[in-house]
DNA sequence: GAAGGACGTTGATCTAACGCAAGTGTTTTT
DNA sequence: AAAAACACTTGCGTTAGATCAACGTCCTTC
């Protein structure tokens, strides 16, 4: 299901990130070639080693990008939701998907050729700016991913996820799980079996889990967990 | 050490992929703010968590990129050498440095700040298309090495490594290791300890470490370990 | 409201990798 | 040439997390 997108739309589009800092003609020039999509739930986007010919912004849903090795074994590269950009990396290499994108629920994505995004370009410098903004950010958080994965404990990597979710500075707060606990886990690099272990370890840090509802009775604790060393946590009495 | 780029030396960095691709007035335009900086083993090249006002490239040596936790920890996120591009995600981000940057050896970097790139972006937008090529690559080496974390073991990510120095597409081969094994081990998500004894598994595997060489003596059969299930190889009588 | 299935938890067991400490070998310094 | 500094290895104990299998719980569908 595809279709292109009508000037009406442009305006409400125009508080997503990559769009934001265009102008409107660069805007529009860039929506020209785009077509709107939806996918439902576990319906796959683009597919890993397939020729990269477009890359995609999240209108609605979510989105996971992850690489799968020949043998099954699956890592995720990606979550992605409203606003955000996801796959224009491969916008440039001219080669390849590195990974799979599949919807994870119900979405709707914008779809931006390459070819097209080359054109606006040139159009259109700006854009191009735009894009590096958008490429870096995600080099950043792949960085960050990378950090967790070597100094954190899967312990420690839920309660960062938990903590990103809420936007409490301190105190107690309750949030929404906001896609299915097998996604969660791979996210954060681990299995569903280890998360819903760390999510009891987290129990003594004041952390109450019920479906998909999460309620944090103090932020500041869960932020000091965080920021220990991994040694620390593995020798403490606490788990 | 800090000197800026003679015209005649110009022509030599044209052999740099990111500069490749310019025209010789972009090539020019993009050097005029740069500055060649000799840093010597050990030196600092920029902070995690400065203000990130300027990218790199290595024109000698070898360069580690690294993140560090305050309570010591320390995640290798990247090591480059010769021609590669680092920290030009930092470069688009208007902020700071999401890791450090560390001579590992003698080493000689192009510095080319971030006020200097816009303004070469500005006047000839092929650069920004360069960067974006470049920036992308790295995006695709993180996702590759977070698959890599996930989904091999470490004598796996030890002999994909050994297999990414040969060039060889068989039979047997005679590496050196470009660097030392404290370093290796950290680009591979491991401990010195493990990456020893990453080491001693793949003798059987055919391969001999002394000192920093390392014979492969079946470069096919060491690429079908890297290939196969880690389930596979963590049940396989072979170490 | 019973049946079936997806999703999640729990238990038991196993192992890759870590931490520490002691050892060996190699390189640099004096 | 001896000593000191460094780089790497090895042994041993510990553990975070994986695997496999059973079980519970919600949520759909007829």
Redesign the interface.
Same mark, same amino acid.
């Given at each position: 299901m595809s279709t292109t997108i009508v000037s009406s739309e442009v305006e409400k589009l125009a508080e997503i990130p990559l769009l934001k800092r265009l102008s409107t003609e660069a805007r529009e020039q860039l929506l020209r070639g785009a077509t709107k999509k939806s996918v439902s739930r576990g319906e796959m986007i683009f597919f890993q080693d397939d020729k990269a010919d477009a890359f995609f912004i999240v209108l609605e849903g979510w989105v996971k990008v992850f #690489?799968a090795?020949?043998?099954?074994? +699956?890592?995720v590269?990606g979550v992605f939701t409203r606003g955000q950009t996801f796959a224009e990396?491969?916008?440039?290499?001219n080669s390849n998907y590195?990974?799979s994108g599949e919807a994870v629920t119900d979405s709707v994505v914008l779809c931006i050729p390459v070819a097209h995004l080359a054109k606006s370009?040139?159009a259109d410098?700006n854009i191009?700016?735009a894009?590096?903004?958008s !490429?870096?950010?995600?080099?950043?958080q792949?960085? !960050?991913?990378? +950090?967790g !994965?070597?100094?954190h404990t899967g312990a420690q990597r839920v309660a960062e996820f938990l903590l990103n979710l809420s936007s409490e500075p301190a105190g107690s707060c309750t949030l929404v799980l906001p896609y299915d606990k097998a996604l969660i886990a791979g996210r954060l690099?681990m299995k569903p079996e280890s998360l819903s272990r760390a999510f009891q370890k987290l129990k003594s840090y004041g952390v109450e889990v019920k479906q998909n509802r999460a309620i944090i009775s103090n932020v500041q604790a869960l932020r000091t967990l965080v920021?220990? +060393? #991994?040694t620390?946590v593995m020798h403490s009495s606490h788990g």
């Amino acid at each position: 299901m595809s279709t292109t997108i009508v000037s009406s739309e442009v305006e409400k589009l125009a508080e997503i990130p990559l769009l934001k800092r265009l102008s409107t003609e660069a805007r529009e020039q860039l929506l020209r070639g785009a077509t709107k999509k939806s996918v439902s739930r576990g319906e796959m986007i683009f597919f890993q080693d397939d020729k990269a010919d477009a890359f995609f912004i999240v209108l609605e849903g979510w989105v996971k990008v992850f #690489r799968a090795t020949s043998s099954g074994d +699956e890592a995720v590269v990606g979550v992605f939701t409203r606003g955000q950009t996801f796959a224009e990396g491969a916008a440039f290499t001219n080669s390849n998907y590195p990974a799979s994108g599949e919807a994870v629920t119900d979405s709707v994505v914008l779809c931006i050729p390459v070819a097209h995004l080359a054109k606006s370009i040139a159009a259109d410098p700006n854009i191009a700016l735009a894009m590096m903004s958008s !490429l870096s950010m995600h080099l950043h958080q792949l960085v !960050l991913q990378i +950090e967790g !994965l070597k100094t954190h404990t899967g312990a420690q990597r839920v309660a960062e996820f938990l903590l990103n979710l809420s936007s409490e500075p301190a105190g107690s707060c309750t949030l929404v799980l906001p896609y299915d606990k097998a996604l969660i886990a791979g996210r954060l690099g681990m299995k569903p079996e280890s998360l819903s272990r760390a999510f009891q370890k987290l129990k003594s840090y004041g952390v109450e889990v019920k479906q998909n509802r999460a309620i944090i009775s103090n932020v500041q604790a869960l932020r000091t967990l965080v920021e220990q +060393e #991994r040694t620390v946590v593995m020798h403490s009495s606490h788990g």
